[in-house]
């Protein structure tokens, strides 16, 4: 509960010094953090204006507004903007790297001048795929196949793979970082199973990042060598396989999309046990399941390729352990959802939140199966079919997540409390333009339009429509927590450590924490969200 | 097929709802009942439960199975036509699609199939990958540069289909579409002696045959310096190497453009490569040639 005369305290992380440099030279984990966010939010917002533009278009069904070469330019630009420069960093490397030292009882991450050489890589492969996309962009789409993007497309692609390539380091260091700081920096009785559930999260994703990522780079490296100078690993003319291209890179990229959601289900655990002020529901269970997705992610980069020439027996194995990773999932579902019941639930932004994310994870998770199942995937796999089913969890679930996380945060972070009306109003805005958005997808792919088109038959037209009328009202959504959320860092209300009335070391120390964190090292002697029977205690 | 594909489908979304409602409905019951009175309130102490995490672990597992089996079940009669199929080639380009009958006609974008009967279509690429996409016989494969990929189907209902390509190749994606006709069997009669005028695609591939001079070391007699091709498709040769091989399409298609890769064993590999003397559709009029070599010898004897 914000304290009546809470005042911000006289020194934290935000006022230990003023100026360009104190930003671009910190080794303060909590900058860097912010520094991050402002990279993230950035290309957000510039992948998000690709996707108005690839909804306008779609709007009616003649290939009208834009150019095909244009749309095809936008769709893939869309895709790499969000997946390499948002979702994959989003959580971890602005919720995680504030939150992870804290959590623990940690001064910092281990490294703490790698943590600022992540954010800089970070930066400079952001900078070369920007660079592609005002030298004109790219239409391989995200996915980079061959040999299309080896020996066909014209468009911009070695620019655009090194950003990639050069960015995909700082990911390996930010796991890394996450790796040595888990294992080595806990406070003193900070057991394993003692550890918020965030940090399980992360800590499952951190070990995908550093394990996945490097194949990635291999991947792109041998596209770079196809592409320049002809080297035909992919190329079929002269003996080379471009169907490997698409088993390497789902190798990675299908972990990605685990270190896309695990550290969002780890942000939904604390959001239903701070808003239900309760325990999580089989805790280890949840913190197992964690890895358990980290594990089978890696086994099942085959169900991308059912129709791409792969052999029954090999579609087989892959569809049974895509199933398998379905176990896990669910396990967690059902265990915030027990989570809840006699908690004391309230109804604040966040827990709004984690309310969509889990409903929007579910339809997600679930939609999955019908992918998982070889013999329909056949039919609404390469359709709006995919297209919906990932968004509702990249968007329904990643971005529900971390605009979840970031919201429960935000007045540790900031210091202050933003609007909470406005706050709710925008988190129900965001809900229903996303399911108008995605859920007319599920139709049109099941009913056979194909993904990547720019033109579609006029019978698509009603349910293209009413997505693109959802995504108006989603960017509208998106819109408003940008301008209450900086509206709020200079005039919100001051919070207080603990605003929610929550448990965890990050409601421990003063809004905003101060450089080193904590003035003293905590003991821990207490259980991962062990509500006391008054909650006085816990109010600083 | 459809109607399998659909049932699977229809479990499936069944399931969907169920259990979204399930979750959705336990989580707004909760959310009202259990809400906060007071702001110093907290919840219940309940640590969890070892019963309901293995009974919503078992039931999901079991669920699961069954959707696993069911699914290839469904794959597996998709991946295998019946012996007795209409075949039809299929080449990609970006952007268009070219189909080849038997029977010599070749259509551009557009597939005359009749009704009633499989049909196979045995595709390939000649640049990048693309995919056949027929939403309303739910079948869907990737066409591959460097290689052939079947599928297969029965159309039921005369009419006009989309055709769609459904793997992104590039600027005109959008515009490789077409559209599969199914006719009656007699209106299909009556297409099929409408067009054409070059003779079968075997025919066509005859003539290459002698055009390249391949006939001068491939001959039926078993006197030539490379193997005889009469009745070939389909047996397993044994190779140099001592591995065993079945001659398929992409066999035949890898011998004519990569000939040292598999030496049938007691012959020198002395084959010249025909790589970029032939095209995709000339290769496939020289597969269809080679795979038609089986029934002359069998009538000759």
Not at chain 2, 116 to 145: C, Q, Y
Request: neutral net charge; contains cysteine.
């Amino acid at each position: 509960m914000p304290s009546r005369t809470a005042l911000l305290p006289p020194r934290h992380y935000l006022n230990d010094g003023y100026g360009i440099k104190s930003w671009l030279l910190t080794r303060d984990h909590k900058r860097i953090a912010l520094l991050y966010l402002a990279g993230v939010t950035f290309f957000f917002f510039v992948g998000g204006a690709f996707a108005v533009l690839i909804r306008l278009e779609l709007a009616t069904p003649a290939g009208d507004l834009v150019s095909d070469e244009t749309y095809n330019k936008l769709f893939t630009m869309h895709g790499v903007m969000m997946v390499f420069f948002f979702l994959i960093p989003a959580i971890p490397a602005v919720l995680g790297n504030f939150l992870i030292p804290i959590m623990i009882g940690a001064k910092d991450l281990a490294f703490p001048k790698l943590n600022l050489a992540s954010w800089y890589i970070y930066m400079i492969g952001a900078a070369f795929t920007l660079w592609a996309v005002v030298q004109g962009g790219l239409d391989t789409g995200w996915t980079f196949y061959t040999p299309f993007s080896t020996i066909a497309s014209t468009t911009n692609v070695i620019p655009a793979a090194l950003g990639i390539f050069v960015t995909g380091f700082s990911s390996i260091l930010t796991g890394l970082n996450f790796i040595v700081t888990i294992h080595r920096m806990r406070a003193p009785g900070l057991t394993w199973f003692r550890l918020p559930l965030f940090i399980w999260s992360h800590y499952a994703t951190a070990l995908i990042m550093v394990l996945g990522t490097p194949v990635l780079a291999i991947t792109i490296v041998l596209v770079a060598a196809d592409r320049l100078f002809r080297f035909g690993i992919f190329d079929p003319a002269v003996g080379g396989d471009p169907v490997l291209f698409q088993h390497l890179f789902w190798f990675y990229s299908h972990p990605a999309v685990y270190i896309m959601v695990l550290p969002a289900m780890g942000v939904v655990s604390e959001l239903v046990a701070a808003f239900c002020r309760k325990q999580v529901f089989g805790y280890t269970f949840v913190a197992f399941a964690s890895l358990g997705i980290a594990i089978l992610g890696f086994l099942v980069w085959g169900h991308h390729m059912f129709v791409a020439g792969q052999s029954v027996y090999a579609a087989m194995i892959f569809s049974i352990l895509s199933f398998l990773v379905a176990i896990p999932s669910a396990v967690k579902v059902f265990n915030w959802t027990a989570t809840m019941y006699k908690g004391s639930i309230s109804w604040d932004t966040p827990m709004l939140y984690a309310i969509g994310f889990i409903g929007l994870f579910t339809i997600g998770g679930l939609t999955g199966l019908f992918l998982a199942s070889v013999g329909l995937d056949v039919h609404v796999t390469d359709t709006y079919f995919i297209v919906a089913h990932f968004h509702y969890i990249m968007v329904g679930g990643t971005i529900m997540g971390y605009l979840g996380g970031l919201h429960y945060w935000w007045p540790k972070i900031s210091g202050r409390l933003y609007n909470e009306r406005l706050a709710r109003i925008s988190a129900v805005i965001i809900f229903l333009g996303f399911n108008l958005t995605f859920f007319p997808q599920f139709v049109l792919g099941y009913l056979g339009m194909p993904r990547r088109y720019h033109a579609y038959p006029p019978e698509f037209q009603v349910l293209n429509v009413l997505s693109s009328a959802g995504a108006s009202i989603l960017g509208v959504g998106y819109l408003i927590p940008m301008l209450y959320l900086m509206w709020s860092l200079r005039y919100g209300k001051v919070a207080g450590s603990n605003p929610w009335g929550a448990v965890g070391l990050e409601w421990n120390t003063t809004s905003p924490p101060p450089t080193q964190n904590f003035l003293e090292t905590p003991i821990v002697t207490w259980d991962a969200y062990q509500y006391p029977t008054t909650v006085e205690g816990h109010v600083a | 097929m459809a109607a399998r594909v659909d049932n699977l489908y229809f479990f499936l979304l069944g399931l969907t709802v169920f259990f979204s409602l399930l979750i959705a409905g336990l989580i707004v019951a909760y959310a009202i009942k259990f809400r906060r009175r007071s702001p110093d309130a907290i919840g219940a102490v309940i640590h969890g439960g070892l019963m309901l995490e293995i009974t919503w672990s078992v039931i999901p597992l079991m669920i699961t199975m069954v959707l696993f089996v069911w699914g290839a079940s469904v794959f597996f009669a998709m991946s295998r036509p019946p012996a007795e199929t209409l075949n039809v080639y299929v080449v990609g380009k970006q952007w268009m699609w070219k189909f080849q009958h038997l029977d010599g006609q070749r259509e551009i974008n557009e597939l005359h199939v009749p009704v009633g009967r499989p049909v196979k279509l045995i595709m390939t690429s000649e640049d990048v990958i693309h995919d056949v996409f027929v939403p309303a016989f739910r079948v869907k494969a990737d066409v591959l540069p460097g290689r052939y990929t079947n599928i297969w189907f029965e159309p039921t209902k005369p009419g006009t289909y989309h055709l769609f390509c459904a793997e992104y190749c590039g600027t005109r994606h959008s515009g490789m579409t077409g559209q599969v006709v199914v006719m009656e069997p007699n209106d299909y009669q009556n297409w099929l002696s409408g067009g054409a005028g070059e003779g079968s695609l075997a025919a066509a591939g005859q003539k290459l045959f002698s055009d390249l001079a391949c006939n001068t070391c491939h001959r039926p007699d078993a006197q030539g310096r490379g193997p005889v091709l009469q009745n070939l498709f389909g047996k397993t040769v044994e190779l140099a190497s001592g591995e065993r091989v079945v001659a398929d399409e992409a066999y035949i298609r890898e011998s004519i453009l990569n000939p040292h890769a598999k030496i049938t064993v007691g012959f020198q590999p002395i084959m010249p490569t025909f790589q970029g003397l032939v095209t995709e559709e000339q290769l496939l009029e020289l597969i269809e040639y080679v795979k038609t070599l089986k029934q002359d010898t069998t009538n000759a004897q």
